[in-house]
């Protein structure tokens, strides 16, 4: 159901409520039977519904102070005088448990007018006591979105210990499934936590208890780590010890070398944690054994729980960077050579799909026409006629720019001699199917060096019969053009005298003007 506001009303179901109060939706049902909760002002098809200003007005009214709950004579239910706390935790640890409280010093809507604040429960245990005030004292000074904000702290008369935080909307334990396969969540999520434990690490804090109980969502995409170590040391230290092993979750992702020597454990054991965090958020299992399919991330996971914290990542930046290059990294790689031949395969059909002409066209306009000359040389000449036709008729702006390229390179690369002839083949056939003239010129540019470079033959052949079948006026003069821009030595090694006089009579009188030139300088 979704809350109607208006000017001077908002309205809202259960639901709406208990997002209004931070509340579950069970205990939204238990409080409306309390003395003193406003009435719902009307009933849909989905069920009642309330004015939400009426229940904020309550919320922070004597109301709901004397609803049922015990009064302000109860130490734990008010604490450091501004502090109205739940009658039931949201939440408990080893030593400590975490209320829901109402600051009674902010507005209702104030970002901080809910709380939670975390109480101790060992006072008698000096030990139990002093890693609570050393939590308070480490945690009161980050300052990192990653972090859990300590946002007051004090001791009650019946020497009970406690800190305020913001009231989180619940911990990655409750969501562990809704990363399964989102691996855009998972890099998310792990770059905020590096981030956090990156910003600890430089402070001199390890938290040694990494865990998803541990890591709260503060708002809808943003998570950060809280409960900085206390219960897990604190119980390894007393008669309680064996209360870790009842949850297997703690054994899971505590590090080997925090149940030998737990005052010795630092980063290398928040890397494990975080490790193992990264396996649950990838199989949405429990991280136990070493046979669960992990993906991509498996050469991540494994080097961040190697049992020897010499041997995994040195930093949890290093460890995001391993996870940013897996989450990159293709599925099935292939070299530029394998693509290239795959692409010409498709490129030899004489009915290639369009698609094809599409990525032989991307490839080109991805990178300068040099870079992609070097993967498209051998790919181009093997185009089919049907190929050439398609490319022509669909891409006729950006085949061209293609063949300008291409051209330029033809003269001068070297290249196999018989892969020579393929290439002269396709010059032919690109000519013939646009019988454009730019393409003509094109064609003879590259044949003349190509031929006289590789001295071939074949290649020298190929270039005659294309300049024999010219009787457009046009194409002529372009023919001529390209003779007249090449090296006249070129022209003379690929025109011979008696071939010159069966050519159209622009190419025939710029081919015999070049030749008088080569004649004189060897004369010379």
């Avoid at 904000?149 to 909307?169: H, T």
Wanted: charged letters at 25%.
């Amino acid at each position: 159901m979704s809350i109607i506001s208006s000017q001077d009303i908002r309205l809202g179901g259960v639901s709406e409520i208990a997002q209004e109060l931070g509340l579950s939706r069970q205990r939204v049902s238990q409080l409306r039977e309390s003395p003193g909760f406003p009435a719902a002002i009307g009933e849909i098809s989905a069920g009642p519904i309330w004015d939400l200003n009426d229940v904020a007005r309550w919320n922070t009214s004597g109301l709901r102070r004397s609803s049922g709950r015990p009064s302000n004579q109860d130490p734990l239910r008010t604490l450091g005088r501004f502090y109205r706390i739940d009658d039931q935790p949201i939440g408990s640890g080893g030593f400590a448990d975490v209320y829901r409280a109402v600051d009674t010093r902010r507005k209702p809507n104030h970002r901080h007018s809910v709380v939670a604040i975390k109480i101790l429960r060992g006072l008698d245990d000096i030990e139990v006591r002093r890693r609570f005030k050393r939590e308070i004292r480490l945690v009161a000074d980050c300052k990192h979105p990653g972090v859990v904000r300590i946002l007051d702290s004090g001791e009650d008369e019946n020497d009970r210990l406690w800190y305020a935080m913001p009231l989180a909307k619940g911990s990655l334990a409750d969501e562990l499934d809704e990363f399964v396969g989102n691996e855009k969540a998972i890099l998310e999520i792990m770059q905020q936590l590096c981030a956090a434990l990156s910003y600890l690490h430089e402070l001199g804090i390890f938290h040694r208890d990494i865990k998803p109980g541990n890591i709260l969502r503060t708002s809808k995409s943003r998570w950060a780590i809280s409960d900085f170590g206390l219960a897990r040391e604190a119980e390894r230290k007393t008669t309680a010890l064996t209360s870790t092993h009842r949850g297997v979750g703690t054994f899971v992702y505590a590090a080997p070398e925090t149940w030998k020597d737990a005052k010795s454990a630092g980063a290398p054991a928040d890397i494990f944690g975080l490790g193992r965090v990264l396996q649950h958020l990838v199989t949405g299992e429990l991280p136990v054994g070493d046979n669960q399919d992990l993906a991509l991330f498996r050469t991540v996971v494994t080097k961040a729980t190697r049992l020897d914290p010499t041997k995994r990542y040195d930093s949890a930046d290093e460890m995001l960077v391993a996870i940013g290059a897996a989450v990159k990294a293709p599925e099935n790689w292939r070299s530029e050579e394998e693509t290239a031949d795959e692409l010409a395969n498709r490129l030899q059909l004489e009915s290639p799909d369009d698609s094809s002409i599409a990525e032989l066209i991307s490839q080109f306009e991805a990178s300068t026409p040099t870079e992609a000359m070097e993967t498209l040389h051998c790919v181009i000449p093997r185009m089919s006629s049907g190929a050439i036709r398609i490319a022509w008729r669909s891409h006729q702006e950006s085949f061209s720019h293609l063949l300008e390229a291409y051209a330029d390179t033809v003269a001068t690369s070297g290249y196999k001699w018989d892969f020579c002839d393929t290439i002269a083949g396709f010059w032919d056939r690109a000519v013939r199917i646009s019988n454009d003239e730019h393409v003509l010129y094109l064609a003879t540019k590259a044949l003349l060096g190509l031929g006289e470079h590789h001295n071939r033959w074949h290649v020298r052949d190929v270039l005659i019969e294309i300049l024999q079948r010219i009787r457009d006026k046009n194409h002529a003069l372009n023919a001529a053009e390209a003779l007249r821009e090449t090296s006249p030595m070129v022209v003379a090694w690929s025109l011979e005298r008696f071939v010159i006089r069966s050519l159209h009579p622009a190419i025939r009188d710029e081919a015999e003007r070049i030749l008088k030139k080569t004649t004189k300088r060897v004369s010379g």
